[in-house]
């Protein structure tokens, strides 16, 4: 079994775990009202992704509605960002299973 592997998936699975529990536990009044586009902010356009970051906080909320107010393009974003979420820990779940299992087997 190789250790730093079997490290490196649990830190990984770790901040996989952390990020969407740091979303739901901020409540949304911190970030309301507040603009995170570097783009926005130095240029003071408003760009296809403004407002993704306050969108997708809201959809964690079960905030729908106020979800596609700050960013109509979250229906699409939210879905493909969760599959591919998805995907990601699947593998590296799968990588642990085989580190731990080919250590038992050896």
Known sequence: MNNKTVTLCFLKLSVMM???????LTPISSIENKSFCLY????????????????M???????????????K?????????????????IKILFILKEEIFHGIRN
């Open 18 to 24: 952390l990020a969407p529990i740091i979303m739901i």
């Open 40 to 55: 926005t902010n130095l240029l003071g356009f408003h760009c296809p992704g403004c407002g993704m970051t306050r969108a």
């Open 57 to 71: 906080f809201s959809i964690m909320h079960f905030q729908f509605n106020i979800a596609i107010r700050y960013n």
């Open 73 to 89: 393009l979250v229906i699409l974003v939210f879905p493909i960002l969760i599959y591919y979420w998805m995907q990601y820990f």
